[in-house]
């Protein structure tokens, strides 16, 4: 039998996904500091193959909302789902965006990564890249979090990086693949209930 001897550190515990924000602007120089923070996650080489967009205004967030919400309207369409069910999930992503008090978009380059010939290998290259985006969003988000500000990842744009691109008006070469909703927390948003980590089903000693 093992004894348990560490506690999972409070700050990762206390992070958590909150939707519902206060109606206050966050500091730019504090989203500033979180995405430093995002910057000393591991990547590969060596490299920062990470983009992050700021987005607090309002036109940009409306950009941003408008130009992901009609690329899924098209791909909702094209799986048959109904008119009146294509226009709720894409208000309510609409809502999400524009509703937040900032937006930070993480993008992925390919500077810094190593090229290939095969696919295979450029592939494997790129989800190395993107390993390193998901560390660096959780640094972000673990520094909102230490920071008193509340956070969500949202997966939008992972599904349409060139729409996102495209509707903000960036480079080429910069694609989007998370979106973080960061303000301060409504104190009445009541976080889902977490369930204990089932480490029996998820761990395998050998
Ligand atoms: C890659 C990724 C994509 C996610 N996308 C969404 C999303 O689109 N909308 C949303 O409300 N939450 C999203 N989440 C948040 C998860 O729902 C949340 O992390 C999960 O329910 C666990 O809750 P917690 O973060 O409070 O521990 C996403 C999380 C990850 C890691």
Redesign the pocket.
């Known amino acids: 039998m093992s004894v348990r001897r560490l506690a999972v550190p409070e700050f990762i515990e206390q992070?958590?996904?909150i939707?519902s924000f206060r109606d206050e602007p966050v500091d730019r120089g504090v989203l500033d500091t979180l995405i430093e923070a995002a910057c000393l996650a591991p990547a590969p080489h060596h490299s920062r193959p990470w983009r992050f967009v700021v987005i607090d205004t309002d036109s940009a967030k409306l950009a941003l909302a408008d130009g992901m919400g009609a690329r899924w309207q098209a791909d909702l369409e094209a799986d048959g789902v109904s008119a009146e069910r294509i226009g709720e999930l894409v208000a309510a992503s609409h809502v999400?965006i524009t509703g937040a008090p900032a937006l930070v978009l993480a993008c992925l380059t390919w500077d810094g990564l190593d090229r290939y010939p095969d696919e295979s290998r450029q592939r494997a290259e790129w989800g190395m890249a993107l390993l390193s985006l998901?560390a660096s969003v959780e640094n972000l988000m673990l520094s909102a979090a230490s920071a008193g500000l509340a956070s969500?990842?949202?997966?939008?744009p992972?599904f349409c990086p060139e729409a996102a691109r495209d509707a903000l008006g960036l480079a080429a070469e910069w694609l989007p693949h998370?979106l973080v909703l960061v303000g301060h927390p409504d104190p009445a948003y009541v976080?889902?209930e977490?369930p204990p980590v089932p480490l029996e089903a998820l761990r395998l000693n050998l």
């Not at 969500?152 to 939008?156: D, F």
């Open positions: 992070r958590r996904s939707r999400k998901g969500c990842w949202v997966a939008a992972i998370a976080a889902r977490r």
